[in-house]
């Protein structure tokens, strides 16, 4: 049999702008007027440009270092991480990676993507940073989409877009499932105001199990973040219960990290159903009812061994 022949992909239309047109036209009087107030508040705008992919109108500038903050919604910074960009900048003596800013409408600039070279070079003593800014404040909003400094563990990005829900809520009353592409992951709300109340909670033990419960609500955001302090209260309960079905192995002479991954895959009643459709309530509500009946002493060690998995996050 002949072998078959691969489809050739089909090459991209061209799109957006070439680069000799990105500064062929005259700003629109906001991005004009913009750029006044960066000069007015300490800033220098280097130019005024439109993105070649989208046409959207920005300005490349020079900020008081001063002036400009992380949104808040982004993940804690990171001492050791910063102490390390800063010895990187330092050693090269440049900046050579402009942050994005918003102009709010107190003055200061908000970085959706800076937090830590922010912090880099405030370490260094640095008087200024160097940022594109786009005119429309909205943008910061959309951090999840730019934020090129992604949290790199479920804790910190469950924090992350807890946070932007929670700012958002007063400003956009659309449906929750509207914000999909801000928010990336329904459970990733749910999981953020549950360590929101206790910092060492296990997100990624129950994390699989969220991922096909716990789905995009069609309330409004406001009313939606109320049923995921529901949600979270159910969940920090069903935690409470896994960690007394722990305490129970614990006592009977088991040892190992993999403890509370294994109960809760004994009390996980999807566990084998793969493929099929599960509610929140009715899943979290089984599993704390399997939880609140556990009984240590029908566990034997074989069972443990085979359970393998990866040991609950703390």
Not at 88 to 98: M, S, T
Not at 218 to 238: F, H, M, T, Y
Not at 280 to 307: C, G, H, P
């Amino acid at each position: 049999m002949p072998a078959r022949k691969r489809k050739s992909k089909v090459a991209p239309e061209p799109r957006g702008l070439e680069a000799r047109r990105v500064t062929a036209a005259q700003p629109p009087a906001a991005v004009a007027a913009l750029a006044q107030q960066v000069a007015d508040e300490g800033g220098t705008v280097l130019a005024p440009f439109r993105d070649p992919l989208g046409g959207h109108w920005q300005l490349l500038a020079v900020l008081p270092l001063e002036l400009v903050e992380p949104t808040p919604y982004q993940r804690d910074l990171s001492p050791t991480h910063v102490a390390r960009l800063a010895d990187a900048i330092d050693r090269l003596g440049r900046f050579l990676d402009p942050v994005i800013a918003v102009r709010t409408e107190g003055g200061k600039y908000w970085t959706p993507n800076g937090h830590h070279r922010l912090g880099a070079l405030k370490s260094l003593g640095a008087r200024a940073i160097t940022a594109l800014i786009v005119p429309e404040l909205e943008v910061a909003h959309r951090i999840l989409l730019l934020n090129t400094e992604k949290a790199h563990n479920l804790r910190e990005r469950a924090l992350e877009v807890i946070r932007l829900a929670e700012g958002l809520a007063p400003l956009d009353d659309r449906p929750e499932r509207e914000f999909e592409a801000e928010f990336e992951e329904a459970a990733l709300l749910t999981l953020g105001l549950c360590y929101q109340q206790n910092g060492r909670f296990s997100g990624g033990a129950y994390h699989p199990v969220l991922k096909r419960v716990d789905k995009f609500l069609a309330a409004k955001l406001p009313k939606a973040l109320e049923s995921r302090r529901q949600r979270a209260g159910k969940l920090l309960r069903l935690n409470e219960a896994v960690n007394q079905a722990v305490s129970g192995l614990k006592a009977k002479g088991f040892e190992s990290p993999y403890l509370k991954a294994f109960v809760v895959a004994r009390i996980n009643p999807i566990r084998f159903k793969r493929g099929a459709k599960a509610e929140f309530d009715e899943t979290i509500d089984k599993m704390l009812a399997a939880a609140e009946r556990f009984d240590a002493a029908k566990v034997k060690l074989d069972q443990l061994a085979r359970s393998g998995g990866a040991p609950a996050e703390e």
